[in-house]
């Protein structure tokens, strides 16, 4: 490596060269507004529609190697958290950036269960919804009310505050989510069992019924829980950048977390796993999977759950969400699906078309098998999604707001309309 970290950009306008400095293999997009101003011009400006390849941040959260299928949480592999720690303690490590000691776990895990509960009003504001309201919908409006029963939120300032609203907001999560699901089912609202931890009573105010304790099977506890953690944050997707736009105007926590769920509301962004269903049930048997590889070779068929963004190579969350499956179906019985959802991946990943086109099945593939095992109706996917994403938002924005390199949220644009116009009064218009 070179000790000359620098950019020589020439201008053919002018002929005038400039040096930019690279840091991190970045340069920063405001060095160029120095090429070709002029008291008449502006500078340069980048153009990236969709942020495909600008750093909006610098961030220690998360790290993806997109090429070589690696994610890692505060610099823990995936594959560890997954099969050795909880979704709690991995909420801790998001939140804190370390693992937490055996004290500092059980106070963390005491401050969640403690904050499980919600203020009566936020019930009464459920209930008002229609009877078949998107739970999705549910949630983005119940998160954003929570901002009005915490005003002190707004002192975003105070690590104190900033604090007591995570565990708030990572407690309340299941309670709200849990409650939007027996909304749309016509059911009686759940309270939080604090006997049970953070998975297990989730399962409770999900599925409880008359029993006077529920007692969730530790397979599907775990499973969840996994699912959960694979979800936890994926560095600086469509919500997490949500949330922290919104929160770069210095705005509570709650209304910067409405502001990810609703990003994660649009099917680009947390409704793959049900398209993925979807296409399962349209191709409806094995025999029928060569000619639908064939359609979408043709441009007629579209492969869902195959492909990401960042990934070039595979998901690691697939892989460990492919081996979660054993454990839900092996209490709920084999999920139909399944069997077409194997060959179809087999048979991709021996097609040179795909190889080629670095496309493996990503998270989205075998997620929605399980959460439709787990008897989830498809609009509920996002919803545990959101559940799952909550420390990492959380963890996003905690450092956003701690970062002094942060500005406010103000994109430039390139200006296409008319110009300089001559206004017509109406009475000449409408002559």
Known sequence: MTENQTLTVRDN???????????????????????????????????????????????????????????????????????????????????????????????????????????????????????????????????????????????????????????????????????????????????PDNDLNYTENFLSMLFKMSEPKYDPDPRLAKALDVLLILHADHEQNCSTNAVRSVGSSQVDPYSAVSAGIAALYGPLHGGANEAVLKMLRRIGSKDKIPAFIEGVKNGDEKLMGFGHRVYKNFDPRATIIKKACDDVFEVTGVNPLLEIAQELERIALEDDYFIKRKLYPNVDFYSGLIYEALQFPPEMFTVLFAIGRTPGWLAQWLELVDDKEQKIARPKQIYTGDRQLDFVPAEERWK
Not at 52 to 74: F, P, Q
Not at 83 to 107: D, M, N
Not at 145 to 157: D, G, Q
Not at 170 to 177: D, F, H, S
Request: aromatic letters at 12%.
């Open 13 to 191: 306008r002018t002929g005038e060269e400039y040096e930019l400095p690279i840091t991190d293999g970045t340069v920063r997009a405001s060095d160029f507004n120095q090429i070709g101003k002029s008291a008449d011009e502006p500078g340069l400006a980048v153009y990236d529609p969709g942020f495909t390849n600008t750093a909006s941040t610098r961030s220690a959260v998360t790290y993806i190697d997109g090429d070589k299928g690696i994610l890692e949480y505060r610099g823990y592999p995936i594959e560890q958290l997954a099969e050795k720690s909880t979704f709690l303690e991995v909420a801790y490590l998001l939140i804190h950036g370390e693992l937490p000691t055996k004290e500092q776990h059980e106070r963390w895990v005491h401050e969640i269960t403690f904050h499980t509960f919600v203020h009566e009003n936020v019930k009464s504001l459920m209930q008002g919804f229609r009877y078949d309201a998107h739970p999705m919908g549910m949630l983005l409006s119940s998160v954003g009310a929570l901002s009005t029963f915490y005003p002190e939120a707004r002192n975003i300032s105070d690590p104190d505050v900033r604090h007591e609203q995570v565990v708030r907001m990572i407690a309340k999560m299941p309670t709200l989510g849990a409650w939007s699901f027996r909304h749309a089912q016509g059911k009686p609202y759940v309270y």
